[in-house]
């Protein structure tokens, strides 16, 4: 039968995030903690209030903590294959992502990977 390949990823997607399905644990980088299930993100224990995207993107650079996360898979996971976006909007939306950590005093740092994604990391003292 056939099918979207955008379609059969949100179905998935959803799939996933109903109940009775295995839950994974929170992830936690610094000071730093996302709950993928909750999609609540939290430092030191106080909550952080996220726009969609820049929740979205933070999931796609946590599930790949410590390794660089390819500009087209983040594009792909944050805006999805319907959207026509340029690569620029996520430049600006990891900008903004940034400054929120910052502010927050998060103890992580997002690193570009010239031409290639971006890394999400502890901040080292």
Known sequence: KPFEPDELMARI????????????PPLTLGNLTFDASSREVRVEGKPLVLRSRELALLEALMLRAGRVALRDALMEEVYGAIDVVHWNRLNVHISQLRQHLNTANANVEIKAARNIGYLIMRREP
Not at 13 to 24: D, F, H, K, M, Y
């Open 13 to 24: 997607r959803a799939c996933v995030r109903r109940p009775g399905g295995e839950l994974s």
